[in-house]
């Protein structure tokens, strides 16, 4: 088993990207049997594919890599790196480039959100994006990738250029590239705004109060939950009562994803009970669940030198392991070099 997947960037980790993939990898990581390996990097390629301020770009690829490693992602167990400093990222997206058809872009339900009316306006590297995403998984003979429902679209494209690569360009005994699996992790739990329950939790919405952050101290934390929006109503004692209650079922949802347990279970131990009761319980277990990752992350971006060594040890073990796969494909390709 290999596994690969990336994150951007954004700086500013919060709940929801912990519950609903960072606590994922770190699982992940710590099941994998001898002999497998994953790769976990921060997608700053990605990032200039749209407007970006190049200082926060490098504070947030920095932050992120704090936060990944503050979360569990052990970087002598997984290879932890940024695409910059792996060429070969750059490299296998342009050889790719050839096979990757403008029909089957064309179609990436991500590009058509993100360009919304105004196609001719966008960058070409927002167009080109899911092809760097295929070179990112296929560079490492990758067979698992977890990621969201929202970037399954975008795995089936990296299976479809890997076998028409592996068609035209290889033979049926030895491929350049193996086809990865994606992995949607089926109780990824979806965190959303503490001010709106119909709108995700995120790093972009305006007022801090709607998110906890990693780096959020235990007074910020309960503060937040103590004002987080709810209704008058008791909590019910099965899930089917938290039907057209979204603030009231994020909350829940929260307590059930850090104590590993289900909705209904919460709500058995909860239910009939108002949310004077409820939310110092949930702040308290997020204070003590986050407590140690906020300490290790705020020493991490303390020690930028220890953080540099991180990523440049993962790079450098990265780049070891792209050879292969890279060579092939110049090869497969009829390049001279
Ligand atoms: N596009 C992914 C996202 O926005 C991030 C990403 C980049 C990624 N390259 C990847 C995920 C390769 C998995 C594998 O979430």
Not at 10 to 18: D, V
Not at 216 to 242: F, H, N, Y
Not at 257 to 282: M, N, Q, W
Request: hydrophobic share 40%; net charge negative; aromatic share 6%.
């Amino acid at each position: 088993m290999r596994v690969v997947s990336g994150i951007q960037p954004t700086g500013n980790l919060h709940l929801g990207n912990y519950l609903g993939a960072i606590r994922n990898w770190v699982r992940m990581q710590d099941g994998m049997e001898d002999g497998n390996l994953c790769l976990f990097f921060l997608a700053d390629l990605h990032a200039i594919s749209q407007p970006h301020d190049p200082i926060e770009l490098k504070k947030g690829t920095l932050e992120m890599a704090a936060a990944l490693v503050a979360c569990g992602i052990d970087p002598h167990k997984s290879v932890v790196f940024n695409q910059a400093q792996v060429p070969a990222h750059a490299e296998l997206q342009w050889l790719l480039n050839g096979t990757a058809r403008i029909g089957w872009l064309n179609r990436m339900t991500q590009w058509k959100d993100k360009a919304g009316k105004n196609r001719e306006g966008q960058s070409v590297a927002l167009f080109s994006y899911p092809v760097l995403q295929a070179a990112d998984v296929l560079l490492y003979q990758t067979t698992h990738v977890p990621v969201g429902e929202d970037q399954k679209q975008h795995l089936e494209l990296a299976r479809d250029i890997a076998q028409k690569f592996n068609n035209d360009f290889a033979s049926e005994e030895a491929p350049v590239f193996t086809l990865p699996e994606p992995i949607v992790p089926p109780q990824a739990a979806r965190i959303m705004s503490l001010r709106n329950g119909d709108a995700k939790m995120s790093k972009s919405d305006p007022s801090d109060m709607s998110r906890i952050n990693l780096a959020d101290d235990a007074d910020t934390i309960m503060k937040k939950v103590k004002k987080a929006k709810t209704d008058p109503e008791p909590l019910p004692s099965e899930a089917g009562g938290l039907e057209g209650r979204p603030e009231a079922l994020n909350l829940v949802t929260i307590y059930a994803a850090l104590s590993d347990r289900s909705v209904d279970d919460i709500l058995g131990e909860f239910g009939g009970e108002g949310f004077g009761t409820f939310k110092p319980a949930l702040g308290e277990l997020l204070v003590e669940t986050l407590r140690p990752i906020s300490t290790r992350f705020v020493q991490l971006l303390d020690d930028r030198e220890a953080l540099d060594a991180i990523l440049a040890r993962g790079a450098a073990q990265a780049r070891e392991l792209s050879r292969p796969t890279l060579d092939a494909t110049y090869s497969a390709l009829g390049l001279v070099r």
